[in-house]
């Protein structure tokens, strides 16, 4: 039994790790907190059903072809949006990644319906039995591909120049371009590739969700993973996702399913008062 | 003095005369935008003044018409008694969401605050015996000696005045000694703190109106609708309300009323393309944050500056 729940909560954990992984990618790139993520991981989502369903497309080709449109979601955001308020105060920048979120969600409920909509599995949703435990083929994916990603982004930021000249640029944006980083690229690029991983969270996650332009309201777990990992680590916040699905999965068997999430959001406001570098980050003092 | 003694006259006349004017449907509009502006004031005082972010409106809100419908299920507090003491009681719990502010600002106050919000609404949705669960629960009627408030006619005559009032009062806090130095806190907590305005007071105290305002304004709206239904006081809400003061402008009570106008009206103008409501707003939301984050009040004062420029210079 505990053993099944477990099995099962780190799959809710990777779901929440995909989409801590492109706020804290968006946070340790450009220094913006994307409020409207989870709402632009259902929209991802709902680009492949737009394509499939009112174009016709096959499936893997409407992947594609989400994928595709996703960049330009992600290089219209940073260019109309982000760009034009990066001198705005912090309270602008965070109403309108609020209200970003909101167009997106409310442009679906217009075009799409309020109701939900069947999502397809990439993979074999039926369970196969490995040593007494259910084990979901479509599950392990969500995974895996949480894994790579963090790999993929832990390695670019860590091990290559361009990592270093992303981070310098959302440290200090004037000494970098100094030294030769185009800064507004590298912010333009952050954009289009957290737009892409949330297309790819958006595909992975719709068919374990119910997919509805309410979808997005997830983001607060993504949001509640990456604060648990310190919202600057890559690793954290892949760790706290997995830690927030196992509690939530622990306190829905044993406290109560309707309290579920209510214990998630109460955990979210006590590590912020707590430990506001996160359970895995390093606290970072700014002297004056 | 003899200005507003007049102004004052004026305001008298129209609030008196409207009800002759004004159809009962008009005239609850007039009560909505109202309590609408009560409830977006908050947010002009914690984060327009303050400079505090704040997502906790909607469950503010919530508390303050779940509050007066129970203590009148459960225990028989007449309605207006009701909503007086639910607005103390979330004035306070606002004042403790203050609190939190000691250790945390900037996007980490919006996440707790939105949190907050989150975790007030699922208590309502869970709380059953209490409040009806997910279906909601019927707010009673306000009846005060006898008299019963019923339709936007009659409470037309009770809305305003209480809303009239707690604007008067906010006026007059915004340029207390309080006031300025919210004003303050918001420019710089350092500079403040140097100053000597105690910080964390101050904010709490931010908070604490706000959830007194967002309590009152809860409980008008709540007679006005007549139901309580949960899912209007999540996080989508506090983000409308948010919206509501970015287009009216965040810096003045005057923004509170002019968002709460066109929010309220433009439905009726859209009346064909309903499906589209939330998406024109969230538009107008962004589009104003990117382009006017003071709002439509700012808009009005630069063309008052430009034509009173050109007066200036006619004169010279």
Redesign the interface.
């Known amino acids: 039994m505990l053993a099944q729940v477990l099995v099962s909560s780190i799959t809710a954990g990777a779901v929440y790790a995909l989409i801590a992984l492109g706020f804290v990618l968006i946070h340790k790139g450009t220094g913006v ?1 994307h ?1 409207g993520y989870g709402d632009q991981v259902t929209f991802g989502a709902y680009l492949v059903l737009i394509g499939q369903a009112f174009i016709g497309l096959r499936f893997d080709v409407a992947v594609a072809g989400a994928l595709v449109a996703s960049v330009l979601l992600g290089a219209i955001i940073y260019l109309a ?1 982000m760009w ?2 990066r001198n ?5 920048r ?3 990644s ?3 979120g ?2 997106l ?3 679906l ?2 075009y799409m319906g309020p109701n939900a909509w069947p999502f397809p599995f990439l993979l074999s949703s039926t369970s196969v039995p490995v040593g007494g435990v259910l084990i979901v083929p479509a599950n392990l994916a969500i995974v895996g591909v949480a894994i790579a990603v963090l790999v993929a982004l832990y390695l670019i930021f860590d091990r290559t120049i361009y990592g270093k000249a992303i981070l310098a640029a959302c440290e200090n944006s004037t000494g970098a371009s100094l030294v030769g980083v185009h800064v507004s690229t590298v912010f333009l690029l952050i954009w289009i590739l957290a737009s892409v991983l949330a297309t790819v969270a958006g595909i992975l996650v719709a068919p374990l969700l119910t997919l509805s332009p309410d979808m997005g ?1 997830i983001g ?1 777990k993504g ?2 993973a990456a ?1 648990l990992g310190g919202f600057n680590s890559l690793p954290g916040a892949v760790a706290g996702g997995i830690a927030l699905g196992i509690l939530e999965a622990l306190a829905g068997t044993y406290v109560s399913s ?2 579920k ?2 214990i998630s ?2 955990i ?2 006590a590590v ?2 707590v430990r ?1 570098q996160g359970l895995f980050g390093e606290l970072t003092l700014k002297k ?1 | 003095m003899t200005v507003r003694l007049l102004f004052g006259a004026v305001v008298l006349v129209i609030f008196f005369a409207a009800p002759h004017f004004l159809a009962e449907f008009q005239l609850f509009q007039v009560c909505l935008i109202a309590a609408t502006a009560l409830v977006v004031l908050g947010i002009v005082v914690v ?1 327009g003044i303050a ?1 505090q ?1 704040s997502l906790a409106q909607a469950a503010f809100v919530g508390l303050g018409g779940y509050g007066p419908a129970i203590l009148a299920a459960r225990y028989g507090v007449p309605v207006w008694a009701g909503i007086m003491i639910t607005a103390v009681v979330v004035g306070a719990v606002g004042y403790a969401l203050g609190q ?1 502010t000691l ?2 600002s ?3 106050l ?3 605050t ?3 919000t ?2 007030v609404q ?2 309502f949705i ?1 709380s059953d015996a209490v409040t009806g669960g997910a279906v909601g629960m019927q707010m009673p009627t306000l009846e005060i000696s006898g008299k019963t408030f019923a339709s936007g006619g009659t409470l037309y005559y009770v809305v305003l005045p209480v809303v009239g009032v707690l604007f008067l009062a906010v006026h007059n806090l915004i340029h207390s000694p309080v006031g300025r130095a919210f004003a303050a806190i918001r420019q710089s907590e ?1 500079a403040a703190a140097a100053m000597g305005i105690d910080v964390l007071a101050h904010k709490s105290a931010a908070f604490a109106a706000s959830g007194f305002l967002g309590a009152i304004g809860g409980g008008l709206l709540g007679l006005l609708s007549t139901y309580l239904d949960p899912s209007q006081f999540g ?2 809400q506090a ?1 409308y309300y ?2 509501v003061a ?1 287009v009216g402008g965040m810096q003045s009570p005057l923004g509170a009323i002019v968002g709460s106008a066109v929010f309220v009206l433009v439905p009726e103008f859209l009346q064909a393309f309903q ?2 409501l ?2 024109v ?3 107008l ?2 589009v104003f ?2 382009l006017r ?1 003071n709002g439509l009040v700012s808009l009005a004062s630069d063309l008052l500056r430009i034509v009173g420029g050109k007066q200036q210079r006619g004169a010279a």
């Open positions: 907190v409020f949006f034009p308020l705005a105060s912090l309270l602008a965070i109403i309108a609020l209200a970003l909101t167009v969600r409310e442009f409920r217009s309201l607060i949001f509640t604060v309707a309290l999430d209510m959001y109460a979210l406001i912020i008062l506001p004056v | 984060t400079g972010i939190l250790r945390v900037g996007h980490y919006a996440l707790a939105m949190a907050f989150a975790i699922l208590a869970h350092t996080i989508t983000v948010l919206a970015v499906t589209y939330g998406l707003f969230a538009l939301l962004l944050i990117v984050p």
